[in-house]
Each structure stands twice: as C-alpha cells, then as structure tokens.
C-alpha cells in the first residue's frame, strides 16, 4: 500500500521558520515528480512548490518565491520544504503530492499527482 505522510507542521510566530518532511512508502518516487500544495480555511487547494524526479527543477508559486525551498533525498523516498520568513497568510494545511509524470509541463496541477497525504497544520500567528 502506498502511502505519503507529512510531518513538521506546527505554531510559529511571523517570520519564523519551519521545515516540512514528505516520507513515502510502498513504492518509489525517484522517477517521478513531487509537490507541496496548501489549503486554508474556505479556499480551495493550490499550488506551493513542486521538483522533478532528480532535484534540478524546481518549481514555485509566486507567493512563496525567495521564502520556500523544495528538495529531495531519494535513497530516503522523502521531499523537504524548507519555510522562512513565514508570513501570517501562510497558514493553512500543507500537503504532500507525489507521482507526477508530467513534471515538467503541468507541475501545479492536482489531478498530476495521484498519490496524496493526510496534511500537516502550519499556523503562523502575528
């Protein structure tokens, strides 16, 4: 069965830092692409960041451009996001997204990752 979990999610004050970790189990992900999306109250899901299978292509919403940091360790099936100077509007659930093919083209499309995780709670107070 596979399964993706997050972790690292937590209460931190504005300008804060926090790092995410995306663990995956059942299979690999080292062929595919991987995200991070995030929904807060009453909005829907969107897009954060996304890397190709080998870590040389990143991708970013422009919210969070020059703040956030995806990577990878694939001998470790984990991806990381690394959140500095967190700002109040990030808080929302953050979620793993993983086994996209299609990285390259459609990196902020959700129905390109079939693989999901539960969330993890980041709130950034003021």
């Known amino acids: 069965q596979v399964q993706v979990v997050e972790s690292g999610g937590g209460l931190v004050q504005a300008g804060g830092s926090l790092r995410l970790s995306c663990e995956a189990s059942g299979r690999t992900f080292s062929s595919d692409g991987m995200g991070w999306f995030r929904q807060a109250p009453g909005k829907e899901r969107e897009f954060v960041a996304a890397?190709?299978?080998?870590?040389?292509?990143?991708y970013y919403a422009d919210s969070v451009r020059g703040r956030f940091t995806i990577s990878r360790d694939n001998p470790k099936n984990t991806m990381y996001l690394q959140m500095n100077n967190l700002k109040p509007e990030d808080t929302a659930v953050y979620y793993c997204?993983?086994?996209?093919?299609?990285?390259?083209?459609?990196?902020?499309?959700?129905?390109?990752?079939?693989?999901w995780g539960q969330g993890t709670q980041v709130t950034v107070s003021s």
């Open positions: 890397i190709n299978w080998s870590g040389a292509r990143r």
């Open positions: 997204a993983a086994g996209n093919t299609a990285i390259t083209t459609r990196w902020g499309s959700k129905s390109q990752y079939p693989y």
